[in-house]
């Protein structure tokens, strides 16, 4: 008998369970089920995974299920690969709890609830020097996928209303949007989502892996509705260059009196820049930036499910984008693609804003970067691997500086003395060890990081460097140096082993092969349509 090539699990568990005598056809035990692990001590029976169970379990029996079966996931604080905050203090946490039934729509139920919110629009927009805090006008969102979106929509309806002042067409041959081969994949979901062509820059080495100003340029045109500049590649973490964007835009302006809007995706960079790197001229300093978004997520230190838009004025975003409604018991004003909305992630927002101020974000992101250039250093001196990102390395008018003077006058520790970026380390194996030791692929080293707990993605770059693979470490408040030490210490370990050992290389392969195949929604490879380049290939 010669042994199959596929094997279903579920038809395995199904003929190898104990045959009951009373087989219910509503409650039969089968496949789609799971035992309970503690079933003799509350005489639970199987329950179904896809279907509602017959009855229900006790509270604390559905508890234990659901907290066990969850024990599976990884270890948030060892996920290196997400730039979501996990963390916050006791007192947040309860915070949270005493407000989670309410809904931040219903403004006339919690109208204390919607006070915060809009005390978190104005402190947003007095940190991104907006022109008046009292005009800026912005929302919650779920986070800056949402955000985005808005941003967009508002520069799409701008365009709308010009080229119909002009009595021009907005169907032919319609709008485009220009943004860096290297956007994440919540910019070009606005450009598809919402009928906007999108036009990618491709992104080189010499662009330091992000937007190239001067590409974008030769994209531009009368029906460009705008430039999304992303403050933080999701692959790097280099800021692209909203200034020389601007710059050019307005020289463009000048030349042919097309006017083309700035919206800066701050999604991780809005909360590092104005703390860590003050005299960087990205925001609303800047006419050119109409609305800048963020993620209070992220380095906004809240946790997941809060995002941030913000526009620089109340003519930035038209009129017929918001809402007037009438059914909540007063009248109130929507312009969100979500109705209803948790008010605790706002809430645990403006909890941050007012415990930590200004002084404890600015004490928290010079951290961040801190760690970051340790393990940057350590990866570069070990000759092994090539750091990407660049937070290490000095500016360049600083390394003039430091060597006409004692290099002791260096401040090593103030991220103003390097290049601007966000605590990301972006590595790969160096030339030499590639050289050296060609056949260990680089995506091995995930696969074993991964069993020793570390969740660090290895993944292509960006459209026109999709040849080269990186492996990327996100820094966040939670990932210590004692964190930095014992995840170098496990890379130079697994490192070593793979160059002293004839490695099995298929099994490698193949465990490599498993990583990132499940899909909870039942989607498969012809559920999407190609790979387009942009990071929506890791999320």
Known sequence: M????????????????????????????????????????????????????????????????????????????????????????????????????KNLI??????????IHGR???????????????????????????????????????????????????????????????AQVA???????????????????????RLDPK???????????????????????????VKEMSDLLDEY???????????????????????????LLWDFKLPRVVSINTSGHKFGLAYVGVGWVVWRSKEYLPKDLIFELHYLGSVEYSFSLNFSRPAAPIIAQYFNFIHLGFEGYRAVAKDDLKNARL?????????????????????????????????????????????????VVSFRFSDSFQESYPEIQQKWIQTLLRTKGWIVPNYELAPDLEKVQI?????RENVTEALVDRLLEDIIEITQDLIKHDSPSNALNMLGNHIHKHSPSKMDESSALKYSGTYSKQC
């Open 106 to 115: 219903d403004q006339d139920e919690y109208p204390m609830t919607q006070q």
């Open 215 to 241: 590409k974008a340029m030769e994209l531009i045109d009368e029906n460009t509705i705008g430039v999304y500049v992303i403050l933080g590649s999701t692959y790097t973490g280099h800021y692209e260059p």
């Open 120 to 182: 978190c629009v104005s402190i947003l927009a007095d940190l991104w020097h907006a022109p008046s805090t009292h005009q800026a006008i912005g929302t919650a969102t779920t986070g800056s996928s949402e955000a985005i979106q808005l941003g967009g929509l508002a520069m799409k309806r701008r365009w709308q209303e010009r080229r119909k002042a002009e009595g021009k067409s907005i169907h032919e041959p319609g709008p485009n949007i220009i943004m860096g081969a290297n």
């Open 471 to 475: 492996l990327r470490v996100v820094i």
């Open 253 to 279: 302006e000048q030349r042919t009196g097309i006017s083309v809007p700035i919206h800066v995706d701050g999604a991780s960079g809005a909360f590092i820049a104005p703390f860590a790197h003050p005299k």
């Open 375 to 423: 393990l940057s250093r350590a990866l570069e001196k070990s000759g092994w691997y090539t750091v990407l990102s660049d937070i290490h390395r000095p500016k360049a008018e600083d390394i003039t500086q430091k060597s006409a003077q004692v290099a002791a006058d260096f401040d090593e520790e103030n991220a103003e003395n390097y290049e601007d970026g966000l605590p």
């Open 2 to 101: 010669s042994l199959s090539k596929h094997i279903n699990p579920d038809r395995l568990i199904r003929e190898s369970k104990d045959k009951t005598s009373h087989h219910h056809h509503v409650t039969g035990t089968d496949s789609s089920s799971t035992s309970h692990p503690y079933g003799a001590r509350y005489g639970t029976t199987s329950i179904p995974k896809y279907h509602l169970p017959t009855k229900g379990a006790s509270a604390q029996t559905t508890y234990q299920l659901i907290h066990d079966e969850l024990s599976l996931d990884g270890s948030p604080c060892l996920n290196l690969a997400s730039f979501v905050h996990t963390w916050m203090p006791d007192p947040a946490n309860k915070l949270m709890m005493e407000n989670m039934s």
């Open 187 to 209: 910019l070009e979901k606005f450009a598809r989502y919402f009928e906007v062509e999108c036009r990618l820059v491709p992104i080189s080495v010499e662009s330091k892996y």
